[in-house]
């Protein structure tokens, strides 16, 4: 057995159908037997399903939880028979060429315990980490504290992602990426498997560094390229991915430095964790409050000069307002008007001026009845009134004129379509257009670019053609061919380009990105060959998506996801206050207890999926849909999926009602988390 390609997924079904294509051909044209392994952390998307019906050739191991990564990774190595274990993610593509090609260097190098290739993320873009440095304590503090990005290309600061070496060249390197990590078996024998104590992160450091103490060399080979979209198992910006990737760096160094030095280090980075997790926690919300803050702003000196022209100009005793009318009363005003907007779904995307209108105007009515019950801070309803107009005009006018800087017109509610070509046969053209459709995806096919040559003969047949309206014939909406595809994206404007994986190999689609990389705007994704999802990602910190040929579901429309957490939050309130007498009916007491504070936290929702995955992350369900199914036998795995998702595809607060109503004496049940991958 030549090599032993060793994958562990963990809720990523569609990335793996694409990897699992790719690997499919990379074997085929290795020359040589080989074997694959998937290690499944106990994934709800239906991973397990999807490999055995596409892939029955490779040998799939279910874990019942989710060890880790490590763990995983040594149940497939323990039972490999490979002379070369690959080590690969469930978020990658291989090119046809790459095993070959990898296995041939190491052939030729009897001394490469470890090997590594050119990693390019979903736009092409080289990723540094494709050759890594040695984090000494030095060379992890230039990382943490930003030096390492800053001086990229310096032997000093930019020793963690080696930005001095050449990325063309072949490298002698201290550390490869788990991403992809090709090992000799003799290497391993001697050096041993994954160190466990890493759950994930920092295992792949660990283990390159034991093979460089063995005596083994680690090499960096850009002789092949791989697509790695990163972020989808790894959210790159969260608090817990800086927690427990710097955290791993401690275990590393108090494993393999000396003790003192180990002890400094581990303050050092234990200071940089908190002080990057505040960062990333601060930036998170401050995007998600800019235009809150900025709307906020924007109605404050609104009512400011409302109040100063009102009591210049139409006071009946020319005074001035007291203080606390722009200290206590215009920022409470504040508060209601936004709060309302925001319930009316004035943030929502694409922005209507009737929901503007409609939150506001609520939020003036309950402006106004409450002040009737406030002597100190009853000022002036007509303030009140024209603070409510200023309002709509504020925040209607600040999203036009936005929308009027990015699209160059004022039609605030119309979704800018963007303009997509597809890279492939006719026949497949036709496929991702009724992929595109089924999915409600906002997009106009401009046509689709030929993988081969096109007679003249026939270029010379094509029409223009409605991009709304499928064409009747191969050359109804024929671009050209792929060596014009650089003016094709100038002429059309296009902004995303989608390549078929039936017509075109994972060399020419990796190929084309990078020949392509000087159009920053342009957006790559791939429908895998005989696939029902079109997969990509936008950027290398971004996580991947997917258009995907499901039912849309109503439960992650934001009205709802509102409508929701209302629900949660008031239900909650509701079981606190009578929890002396509720708490009697149910079987877990004190369960009952932290539920409903940990809902009011907003880690936990009363009902929500638990066995399905949705297409973002929720918070974790006190009881599913599957829980209120009147069933005489015990409900597969599927059934509940099933009946989840027919809870999402029609969600409304009623149903939330419902579950809960009927299983009231199960609101305390415990329910175990689990660690993403």
């Known amino acids: 057995m030549k090599l032993s390609v060793v994958i562990v997924n963990y809720n990523v079904c569609y990335f793996l159908e694409q990897t699992l294509l790719s690997v499919r051909r990379a074997v085929e044209k290795l020359g040589a037997p080989a074997e694959v392994f998937v290690v499944d952390n106990n994934s709800v998307d239906g991973s397990v399903a999807m490999v055995r019906t596409r892939f029955p050739e490779v040998i799939l191991l279910e874990n ?20 070369y274990i690959l080590l690969l993610n469930p978020d990658t593509v291989v090119e046809e060429d790459t095993f070959r090609a990898c296995c041939d260097f190491l052939d030729q190098h009897p001394n490469g315990g470890g090997l590594g290739v050119k990693m390019l993320d979903g736009q092409g873009e080289f990723l540094p980490e494709s050759k890594r440095g040695l984090p000494t304590p030095w060379v992890a503090f230039y990382k943490v504290f930003g030096l390492a ?5 310096s032997r000093l600061f930019g020793r963690y992602h080696l930005g001095y070496l050449p990325k063309d060249q072949i490298h002698e390197v201290d550390v490869l990426s788990g991403a992809f990590m090709l090992l000799r078996r003799e290497a391993l024998d001697q050096v041993g498997l994954l160190d466990e104590d890493y759950f994930m992160y920092g295992e792949d450091i660990d283990l390159s560094y034991r093979l460089t103490r063995g005596g083994w060399k680690n090499y960096y080979f850009p ?36 003790p003192g030095r180990a002890g400094i280090f581990s303050v050092l980075i234990n200071l940089a964790i908190w002080l990057r997790a505040g960062m990333a926690v601060a930036r998170r919300l401050l995007v ?3 235009p809150v803050l900025l709307d906020a702003g924007l109605i404050y000196a609104g009512m400011y000069l409302l109040k100063t022209y009102w009591e210049n100009n139409h006071k009946y005793v020319r005074v001035p307002y007291p203080p606390q009318f722009m200290l206590v009363a215009v920022p409470a005003y504040i508060a209601v008007w936004l709060g309302s907007a925001y319930l009316a779904g004035a943030y929502d995307r694409p922005t209507k001026t009737s929901r503007i209108v409609r939150g506001i105007f609520v939020g003036t009515i309950l402006i106004s009845a409450f002040s009737n019950f406030l002597d100190a801070y009853r000022f002036s309803k007509a303030l009140i009134i024209l603070g409510g107009v200023w309002s709509v005009a504020a925040l209607a006018g600040r999203r036009a004129l936005e929308h009027f800087v990015r699209y160059r017109n004022f039609r605030l509610s119309e979704r800018r379509h963007k303009n997509v070509a597809i890279v492939g046969s006719w026949e497949e053209s036709v496929r991702v257009r009724h992929l595109l459709e089924a999915s409600g995806v906002q997009a106009r096919v401009i046509g689709y670019v030929s993988p081969v040559p096109i007679p003249d ?24 061919e792929v060596r014009q595809l650089d003016d094709i994206i100038q002429v059309y404007e296009l902004n995303e380009l989608i390549f078929c994986g039936k017509d075109l190999s994972a060399s020419q689609i990796i190929a084309l990105m990078v020949s392509l990389h000087e159009h920053q705007t342009v957006a790559y994704k791939i429908l895998p060959q005989d696939s029902e999802y079109i997969i990509g990602s936008s950027s290398k910190d971004a996580p991947g998506d997917y258009y995907a040929l499901d039912i849309a579901l109503n439960l992650f429309q934001p009205q709802q996801v509102r409508n929701k957490r209302l629900l949660d939050v008031c239900f909650s309130l509701g079981l606190l206050l009578g929890a002396p007498v509720l708490i009697w009916a149910e079987q877990n007491k004190m369960g009952f207890v932290r539920n409903c504070l940990r809902v009011l936290a907003g880690g936990y929702t009363w009902v929500g999926l638990r066995y399905a995955a949705g297409p973002r992350r929720t918070a974790r369900a006190v009881l599913s849909p599957a829980d209120a199914a009147d069933a005489a036998v015990t409900l597969t795995a599927a059934a509940r999926r099933r009946l989840e998702l027919l809870y999402a595809k029609d969600y409304e607060p009623s149903a939330d009602l419902r579950i809960m109503f009927r299983h009231f004496r199960w609101l305390g049940t415990e329910r175990k988390s689990s660690t993403k991958k």
Do not use: C
Request: aromatic fraction near 10%.
């Open 64 to 83: 019942q939880d989710n060890p880790g990564f490590s763990k995983a990774n040594n149940q497939a190595i323990r039972q490999a028979r490979g002379q």
């Open 223 to 258: 002789g092949t390229r791989i697509i790695h979209y990163k972020g989808e198992s790894t959210k790159r910006t969260s608090v817990n991915y800086v927690i427990v990737f710097y955290r791993a760096m401690v275990i590393f160094a108090r494993k393999h430095f000396a």
């Open 288 to 290: 998600q409050a800019a």
């Open 457 to 480: 003969a026939v270029m010379a047949t094509a029409t223009d053609f409605e991009p709304a309206e499928a064409p009747a014939s191969p050359v109804g909406d024929l671009l050209g």
């Open 149 to 153: 990005k800053l001086f990229p290309k």
